[in-house]
Structure formats: C-alpha cells, structure tokens
C-alpha cells in the first residue's frame, strides 16, 4: 500500500514568517493529496488539497505545490498567525476509485506571537 | 448544522468488556470510515463502508467491528477490548469517498483500555 512520510514533525515559527511541511509518497499512482488541520480537541479539518494535474494551488497565505516525478509534495503558510498553531497532515489517495485516505504522522505547528 | 456526530466524547474501560462508539452523520454521506490516531503513527484506517450493508477491511481491522444499518450511523464496534486498542478514534463521512471529496471528521472520542 502507499506509504507517506511527513516531515518535521515538529515546527516553531515567529509569527509573520513562513512554515513549509513536506510530505512524500510511494505509490506513483496516487494523485490526489489533500492537507489537514487538526487543532486541539477537535477531528481534522481539510484545508487545501491538490490533484495530480495541478503542480500548484493557492488559497489565500496557504499554498501547496506538488511534484509528482520526486513523489512529494509541501504545504506552505505564509505571514503565520497564532490561529495557525495546530497539527497539520498530509494525505495521498488514488482519485478514482479510493476507498482509503494514507496519512502522514503529522506536523506540530507552534507560532509564536 | 452539517456535522458528524460521535459519542461517547471519552470512555474508559476494561479489558474484556464489550463497547460500541457511535458515529452519526446529517449530510446524507454514502461513504462513512473509521480511523484511529496514535502518536507518531498518524491517523490508520480501520473499516469503512461505501453505502448501506457495504463494508470493508481498512489497514488496522484487527479487534474491531462495524455495521452500516442506516446509512447516517456507523457504530465501532469492540467486543472485547485490549490494553492497545487504547487510542483517540475518529468518525468520518464524504459524499462519495475520500480520493474524490472532502472528508468530514467527527470531534473524536478517547478511549482508555485498562
């Protein structure tokens, strides 16, 4: 089955600046890669998600870029806000089809005011 | 409110004894999983099901159960539980699954095995 590892797992930035998660993959017949935001005490929320025929997607200070020859893929946040501290997860799945999600292990974010 | 229900919120219990974690679902979602989160080890699949009376296997089955009566309820079912089922389980549904659409998590529910 597909493996994704995640990196760091754990990430302290000043607020204002940006934090980049990296996240890579096995099966190159993945091609859909959504991110998750899990804040304390509640399920993981979607936050972005790419797909395969898309290298890269923005929304607002989230962006997310994706190579499909390397097999990974990055989250990044730019002018980090205190509200960002959460963990987050990167997840891998064959669009069509899929009957299961692989996730990362997960980033701890800490934005420091 | 579209939401994904899960109860109880936290539950601590003994080896051996028979529980159920119910999970609801409001959005008319076909497709419903289960997942557990452990540190380091990231959130694992452990059954889902793809419509009513239609369930599968996920990568950590072992010990669990399921059923998927209706479709907005699939309960987890423990028959007998151990000390390593002890672990932070999630509820959650999307229309048609989760390659092709947003999957909606519930709030989670703790679970302690002594």
């Known amino acids: 089955g597909e493996n994704v590892e995640q990196h760091p797992s754990t990430l302290s930035v000043q607020e204002g600046d940006s934090a980049v998660i990296k996240c890579t993959y096995s099966?190159?017949?993945?091609?859909?890669f959504p991110w998750y935001k899990q804040e304390l005490g509640k399920g993981p929320q979607l936050i972005i998600d790419?797909?395969?025929?898309?290298g890269e997607k923005k929304d607002q200070r989230i962006a997310v870029t994706l190579n499909k020859t390397a097999k990974h893929f990055s989250l990044h946040i730019t002018e980090t806000q205190p509200e960002d501290s959460a963990v987050y997860f990167c997840?891998?799945?064959?669009?069509?089809?899929?009957?299961?999600?692989?996730f990362g292990t997960g980033t701890r974010l800490t934005v420091i005011p | 409110e579209a939401q994904v229900t899960q109860n109880p919120r936290y539950l601590i219990t003994v080896t051996g004894k028979k529980l159920t974690v119910t999970c609801s679902q409001n959005?008319?979602?076909?497709?419903m999983s289960w997942y557990r989160q452990d540190p380091g080890l990231g959130l694992r699949q452990i059954y889902y099901?793809?419509?009513?009376?239609?369930?599968d296997k996920g990568d950590v089955p072992e010990g669990y159960k399921v059923s998927r009566k209706e479709k907005r309820n699939f309960p987890l079912i423990l028959e007998s539980p151990s000390p390593n089922q002890t672990s932070l389980y999630f509820c959650?549904?999307?229309?048609?699954?989760?390659?092709?659409?947003?999957?909606?998590f519930g709030p989670g529910t703790r679970l302690l095995v002594l």
């Open positions: 099901s793809m419509n009513v009376e239609v369930t």
């Open positions: 997840a891998a799945s064959i669009q069509t089809g899929a009957n299961n999600l692989f």
């Open positions: 959005m008319n979602h076909e497709y």
């Open positions: 959650a549904s999307s229309p048609l699954g989760p390659g092709r659409e947003t999957q909606y």
């Open positions: 790419i797909r395969s025929n898309v």
């Open positions: 099966d190159s017949a993945s091609n859909y």
